[in-house]
């Protein structure tokens, strides 16, 4: 009864979306999940909560700085964390118990608890789970991952925490330490600021967002400022300790040694895949030894037949999107369907606001390539919808091949920036040129006209700058 075609360990948007795909096309499948609910580290405590509360605090933020812009007078706005809390786990519970229904719909048996391979593995591979002991010919890792620890600053669920502890204050602190100027730290950083926190950011290196375009980057520091965070570069963080109601935390700047007191402090130095635990050196499974990675071959294969690994396990982008084209890619593998992912044309987006969203290539990567290359920009100054909307800070930049007109690279920050990378990954998709973006006819009046105004300055022909 415990045979399955496929067991897969770990519910998260790699998981369950390989569970659901390998049963599309004609597996029997297991799934296990240590949580109570599925939908892992995204909609659980990642993601989705974050959204939701950067949406509402940005609702907030909004009442308070523009409503009065347009017109609108509501008088003393103020914050309900309570309800602004509960209609973020209201989302999480109304997500996680969709992605409950669509296992069933699928016909995934779904265990609770956590999933431990045991040795030997052999043709068939059997997997623990509380009593039970299943076993399958295949079986998929989909752990996905933790975040790094500072070792002299260890969370306590507190006063000093990670992304799950960040998202669910029950009080809004009077001065978040943010450690790590990246998407963690920036995304739930803006949230508390809007809020009504003081923030600063104590960030390692000269920049932050060290993995976007330096020039979108810095224009979303500059944003970021205006909001009302403090920005501390160039910094290295030695040690938090807690006293009494607040945290000091000791650090080594540019200027020396220095010292920052706070009430909360927000660790968010990046992730690291999560497989302590489940059997996989028993097994004989090889993970890189510095990072825990597990490595794979290109049907997400380790070097143990039969077992595979995706998502934030493997290299890559750890991004639930990125899990969920690798979900897909190892169920149709499995069933000798060739699907490849374009690993390079996953876009990605920094949800503050306005948000930030590229696909491709950084400008300074490119230019270390020695490739030539023509750029673009439109400011959204020019866009008649940003305008309108009240919301005409940022830019769009197209990257496209000096030879060819081949689109490179899409980098904005600008409002609802998300789901205009789209459109940028689309074309990319199908090969296209910067000159095919400017001749497609855009709607107007919308923000997606200046993804268009940027493709056609490649070429100094835009029209509306
Ligand atoms: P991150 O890699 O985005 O940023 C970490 C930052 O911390 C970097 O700027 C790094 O230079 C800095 N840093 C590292 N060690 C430090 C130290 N000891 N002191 C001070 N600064 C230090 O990592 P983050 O924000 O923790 O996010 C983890 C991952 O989660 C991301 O890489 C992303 O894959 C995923 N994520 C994605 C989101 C999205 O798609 N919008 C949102 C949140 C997370």
Not at 245 to 251: C, D, I, P, R
Not at 360 to 373: A, F, H, I, L, N
Request: proline share 5%; aromatic share 6%; charged share 25%.
């Amino acid at each position: 009864m415990n045979e399955f075609d496929l067991i897969v360990i770990g519910g998260g948007p790699g998981g369950y979306v390989a569970a659901i795909r390998a049963s599309q096309l004609g597996l029997k499948v297991a799934l296990i999940e240590k949580r109570a609910t599925l939908g892992g580290t995204c909609l659980n405590v990642g993601c989705i909560p974050s959204k939701a509360l950067l949406d509402s605090s940005e609702a907030y933020h909004q009442a308070k700085s523009s409503f009065a812009r347009h017109g609108v007078q509501i008088g003393d706005v103020k914050l309900d964390l309570g309800t602004m809390m509960a209609r973020k786990d209201s989302v999480v519970k109304g997500l996680t118990q969709g992605v409950a229904g669509l296992m069933k719909k699928n016909k995934v048996t779904v265990f609770t608890g956590i999933g431990k391979l045991v040795p030997p593995s052999g043709a068939t591979h059997k997997v623990q789970v509380g009593e039970q002991t299943l076993s399958a010919p295949r079986v998929l890792l989909a752990t996905g991952s933790e975040p790094t620890r500072i070792p002299t600053v260890p969370f306590d669920g507190k006063f000093i925490v990670d992304s799950t502890g960040a998202i669910a204050f029950d009080k809004v602190p009077k001065h978040l330490i943010v450690i790590g100027g990246g998407y963690i730290g920036l995304e739930l950083g803006s949230v508390w600021a809007r809020l009504g926190s003081k923030v600063t950011v104590l960030e390692f290196l000269p920049r932050i967002f060290p993995l976007a375009d330096a020039e979108i980057a810095d224009a979303a520091h500059k944003s970021l400022m205006k909001l009302g965070l403090t920005f501390q570069l160039e910094t290295k963080v030695e040690s938090a300790t807690v006293q009494g109601n607040e945290v000091v935390v000791k650090v080594t700047g540019k200027t020396g040694p220095a010292e920052f007191r706070a009430d909360k402090v927000l660790v968010a130095v990046g992730r690291r895949p999560y497989s302590g635990g489940l059997g996989l050196t028993e097994v004989g499974v090889k993970l890189e030894e510095r990072t825990g990675v597990v490595p794979v071959n290109e049907d997400f294969e380790t070097n143990i037949k039969g077992i595979y690994a995706i998502g934030d396990l493997i290299p890559g982008p750890m991004l639930a999107h990125k899990a969920e084209e690798d979900g897909v890619a190892f169920a149709e593998r499995l069933k000798g369907i060739k699907t490849k992912i374009h690993y390079d044309r996953i876009p990605s987006v920094i949800y503050i606001w306005p948000e930030i969203a590229s696909v491709g290539p950084t400008e300074e990567e490119v230019k270390k390539t020695g490739r030539e290359y023509r750029v673009g920009k439109f400011p959204l100054l020019y866009s008649p919808r940003a305008k309108c909307m009240d919301e005409a800070e940022g830019m769009v930049k197209v990257l496209a091949d000096a030879k060819n007109d081949k689109l490179l690279a899409v980098h904005i920050f600008g409002p609802r920036a998300s789901d205009m990378i789209a459109e940028a990954v689309a074309v990319m998709e199908f090969g296209g040129s910067a000159e095919d973006i400017g001749r497609i006819c855009h709607a107007h009046p919308t923000l997606s006209e200046a993804l268009k105004e940027a493709a056609l300055g490649v070429d100094k022909r835009a029209i509306h700058m």
